[in-house]
Nanobody, 125 residues
Framework: QVQLVESGGGLVQAGGSLRLSCAAS????????MGWFRQAPGKEREFVAA????????YYRDSVKGRFTVSRDNTKNTAYLQMNTLKPEDTAVYYC??????????????????WGQGTQVTVSS
């Protein structure tokens, strides 16, 4: 099972940007589709974005389209989430997830995923 470690979270003002990274180890990264999820206090975890194993396809929740970009570098075993024009409602713990040869759209379910420990993103108004 792949191990995942997120980094890059922090405190940013509304309108600012952050880039999250998810470093993978212990598996074959190029066979893992990668997803980003988030969980705000008192709310359920929700899907944010995903990219399939070869980087050809991506999928986003509607509220982040045009602001967030998911990418990956298979030579570095790392996935990224570039977050621009951040809003206070983006505040949450962000988790990356991996799943074997899963379409980007199918990453939404969160089933059979390996998970990182999460990184806090706080957007102040």
């Amino acid at each position: 099972q792949v191990q995942l470690v997120e980094s890059g979270g922090g405190l940013v003002q509304a309108g600012g940007s952050l880039r999250l990274s998810c470093a993978a180890s212990g598996g074959t990264f190029s066979t893992q589709s990668m997803g980003w999820f988030r969980q705000a206090p008192g709310k359920e975890r929700e899907f944010v974005a995903a990219i399939n194993w070869n980087g050809v396809n991506t999928y986003y929740r509607d509220s982040v389209k045009g602001r967030f970009t998911v990418s990956r570098d298979n030579t570095k075993n790392t996935a990224y989430l570039q977050m621009n024009t951040l809003k206070p409602e983006d505040t949450a713990v962000y988790y990356c997830a991996a799943a074997f040869l899963t379409s980007a759209a199918a990453m939404v379910s969160g089933k059979k995923h390996s998970w990182g420990q999460g990184t806090q993103v706080t957007v102040s108004s």
